[in-house]
């Protein structure tokens, strides 16, 4: 049995900065890509960053240069830091560990 824990959403003005935590149980952390998601209403659940086991990591255009993601297996794992944010941030962040492994979804606000 997998689970993911977020934790580290909250409500941040523009230009601040969020730092996401995803605690993954189970023993295929470390040999499997992760994920991070998010959903803001009304639109469709979008992939923000992932990395893969070997730490290959790759971003939405929309975050790029401003958001950063990493991994720490001993710990199972994985980060999301959040830099400059921008109200157009605001999302359900969700962490996704391959193949098919959610999280619950931590809430992300950033203020105008």
């Known amino acids: 049995q997998v689970q993911l824990v977020e934790s580290g959403g909250g409500l941040v003005q523009a230009g601040g900065s969020l730092r996401l935590s995803c605690a993954a149980s189970?023993?295929?952390?470390?040999?499997?890509?992760v994920a991070w998601y998010r959903q803001a209403p009304g639109s469709q659940r979008e992939l923000v960053a992932l990395?893969?086991?070997?730490?290959?990591?790759s971003y939405a255009d929309s975050v790029k240069g401003r958001f950063t993601i990493s991994r720490d297996n001993a710990k199972n794992t994985v980060y999301l830091q959040m830099n400059s944010l921008k109200p157009e941030d605001t999302a359900v962040y969700y962490c996704?560990?391959?193949?098919?492994?959610w999280g619950q979804g931590t809430q992300v606000t950033v203020s105008s």
């Open positions: 189970g023993r295929i952390f470390s040999i499997n890509a």
């Open positions: 990395i893969t086991s070997g730490g290959t990591t």
């Open positions: 996704w560990l391959s193949p098919r492994y």
